[in-house]
């Protein structure tokens, strides 16, 4: 029991490491995906901002390199933002004129010291005292659209990484959130799939030990419940075919123990009047006889129950003449019947009717049917054999007026072990064999009862239509479902 708490615990604790996995790794892509994403919103702001305001100093009034100095000392004083953007103006070749600041640069590196011919260059970094920051240059032309000099916008990003920083942490939180509750509701969800499992697995293991009566409560009507329901289907079908299982057992040690009892009996009789009493002598040779018959009957019947179990029950084809089976199962019975005090009623039909198949297995049907027509018929009853040709097939009805068989009982009466009367010697399994021999010959075997009336077994074949074709005998296992 430990080894399957253990089980079921692993099982929990996987499904919570997957989900939790899965979500984690989920987290972990969209916090990466909103990090990179508001950085580069937030840089493309500030690129933006800091690239309109180079860009409104594209052009001077200046005409040479002493106008332009003049001119940009006096922009440099102008600038209204100095708070905000340190503003660079630089000459031909990239040395700073002046800045906003009032203080020249100790030779940072902005990344390009002269701007290109594209006229616009944008440089992130770290200045020389650790400072990150942006710096956004453009081209400055005089008069005549010569090139004189450029400008560079530089601003600290101390404040924006600090800001993404501060939302970096606040995602990472609300992800922790997220995935602890995740780790909550899949904790519940687990303990709502393994709880349902341990009790299938428990009630499963008590059935496997012989306890049939165990089942299992049905709380929700989802797949868990769809499967405790199969579950307890299986446990009651176990649960019937045990019963009538031991039914059978007791039935055929039943109709094992009359005739060897009466085997032994008359053996014993006979050994003691052999000289004295050859009336009684004989009498019991029969009575040996009779029962040694039933006997093997009932072994043949096993047999063949066995064979039909593990599909191998063996078949002859080959053409045959339906009538004449039927005919010589009716002369063996009226005898019995006679002194049984029933009547047997049989009108043979004046045409022939073939069928494809094997003769011994479908005297052994006619046999079993007419041998129940027998035994469950009352004394001055009547048995009555019709043959009805349809198309294509051929009805063979057996009908009595015995005691008939309950309704609930007649759809079962052709299931293996099943015995609707059990005051009447018989294994229980003669219609289950002779019904697997009918369906063989891809025909029907059908059961009509009325309790008290009598019943009527009916048994429809396809007739051989092809009368010209000939059919070699062959022997072959029948694994026929």
């Not at 011994?360 to 079993?368: A, E, G, Y």
């Not at 018929?377 to 009555?384: F, Q, R, V």
Request: with cysteine; charged share 20%.
């Amino acid at each position: 029991m430990s080894r399957r708490v253990k089980r079921h615990s692993s099982i929990s604790a996987r499904l919570m490491l997957n989900v939790v996995l899965i979500v984690g790794i989920v987290m972990f892509a969209l916090n990466l995906t909103v990090a990179v994403t508001m950085r580069t919103t937030y840089y493309n702001k500030v690129t933006d901002y800091l690239g309109s305001i180079a860009l409104s100093y594209d052009r001077v009034q200046a005409s040479n390199s002493t106008e332009f100095d003049s001119q940009v000392h006096q922009l440099a004083e102008e600038f209204p933002f100095k708070s905000q953007v340190e503003v660079q103006f630089c000459d031909s070749e990239g040395k700073v004129i002046v800045s906003t600041s009032g203080f020249l640069p100790l030779g940072e590196n902005y990344g390009n010291k002269k701007v290109g011919d594209n006229g616009f260059v944008t440089w992130t970094g770290n200045l020389s005292t650790g400072e990150r920051v942006m710096a956004v240059s453009s081209n400055i032309s005089g008069n005549y659209g010569e090139r004189l000099g450029s400008v560079r916008c530089i601003a600290s990003l101390e404040r924006v990484d600090s800001r993404l920083l501060v939302t970096a942490f606040a995602v990472a939180a609300g992800s922790l959130i997220v995935l602890a509750f995740t780790m909550l509701l899949s904790k519940i969800y687990a303990q709502s799939i393994v709880k349902p499992i341990k009790e299938v697995s428990s009630v499963a293991h008590r059935i496997a030990g012989g306890d049939l009566k165990s089942r299992i409560d049905v709380h929700e009507l989802n797949e868990i419940g769809e499967l405790c329901h199969s579950i307890n289907y299986m446990a009651d079908e176990l649960q019937s075919a045990e019963k009538m299982k031991n039914e059978f057992i007791s039935s055929v040690s039943h109709e094992l123990r009359t005739p060897l009892t009466a085997i032994r009996g008359w053996g014993e009789t006979v050994k003691g009047s052999v000289d004295s009493d050859k009336e009684l002598v004989e009498k019991g040779i029969n009575v040996i006889l009779s029962e040694t018959e039933r006997l093997s009957s009932l072994v043949e019947e096993l047999l063949d129950f066995s064979r039909m179990q593990s599909g191998r029950m063996t078949y002859k084809t080959e053409r045959v003449d339906l009538l004449a089976e039927l005919g010589e199962a009716v002369c063996i019975y009226e005898e019995a019947a006679r002194r049984a005090g029933l009547t047997l009623i049989y009108s043979e039909p004046n045409e022939i009717f073939y069928v494809i198949g094997d003769a011994h297995r479908l005297m052994q049907v006619f046999v079993n049917v007419l041998d129940n027509a027998v035994k469950y018929n009352k004394e001055g009853g009547t048995i009555t054999v019709t043959v009805v040709a349809e198309s294509n097939a051929v009805t063979v009805s057996v009908t009595d007026t015995g005691v008939g068989i309950a309704s609930q009982d007649v759809d079962k009466v052709k299931e293996k072990f099943y015995k609707a009367n059990q005051t009447v010697h018989g294994s229980g399994i003669g219609l289950a064999v002779a019904d697997e021999i009918i369906r063989y010959h891809n025909g029907i075997l059908n059961v009509q009862s009325v309790e008290g009336e009598g019943t009527t077994v009916t048994v429809t074949l396809p007739v051989a239509t092809d009368l010209t074709e000939e059919v070699s005998p062959f022997t072959k296992e029948d694994n026929h479902e």
